[in-house]
């Protein structure tokens, strides 16, 4: 697997790489000229509810997202997109225990460290963020 490979163009019939093994693709939205809202709005009704589930999301060049998601037992904890952001936000306080990067979804064991992408803050990284919406409620 090589995850170093620049960046191509667009080129005709190459589908987008935006999220790769649970991680929002460094420059991927912005090529596609999508945030990162609009990518969550698009991975929940395909059944995401946090990045960890997520193997693979490519951009095809009709528009249309391809989500391949991870068999249920190779599912790690990852950035919660569930419930929506905007309904309901993510507990950020009292965290214990590995975080996913608020950015870019990229998850660490140490919240003190900052994330390869340079972003701080961070969620709880989850298996099922029902879960924890709940129990901090
Ligand atoms: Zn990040």
Sequence with gaps: MNRSRPFENFVDGVPLELVWDGVIVDGGLRRARMSREDLFERLRPEGVEQLGQVRRVYLEQSGELSVFLLPADLVRPGLPIA???????????????????????????????????????????????????????
């Design 83 to 137: 419930p929506p952001w905007d309904v309901e936000a993510p507990h950020a306080g009292g965290l214990f225990g590995a975080v996913a990067c608020q950015e870019c979804g990229r998850v660490r064991e140490q919240r003190s460290v900052p994330c390869e992408c340079g972003e701080l803050a961070v969620y709880p990284a989850t298996i099922d963020p029902w879960q924890v919406s709940e129990s901090c409620g």
